[in-house]
């Protein structure tokens, strides 16, 4: 799953965090900043790390894109 910076940035602005708050409270790796300034995938360990540290849900950090693919 890919973060959605957009809504990841509302939700530190929401509660006065700035990214290098986040990382050293959900002791995450620089590198994985990189990655959520770009929107790419990172693991679900360091997603449910961000959401614990910012009491949020996955939906709230992830764009979920519905599944349209039809199986047959």
């Avoid at 973060?3 to 620089?30: C, E, F, Q, T, V």
């Avoid at 849900?57 to 519905?66: E, F, H, L, Q, S």
């Amino acid at each position: 799953m890919a973060i959605s910076y957009n809504k990841l940035w509302k939700l530190l602005i929401d509660r006065k965090m700035s990214k290098a708050d986040l990382r050293r409270a959900a002791g995450i790796a620089p590198n994985t900043m990189t990655k959520l300034n770009r929107d790419e995938e990172v693991t679900l360990e360091t997603l449910g790390k961000i959401c614990w540290v910012l009491g949020a849900n996955i939906g709230d950090i992830v764009d979920i894109v519905p599944d349209t693919s039809q199986g047959e």
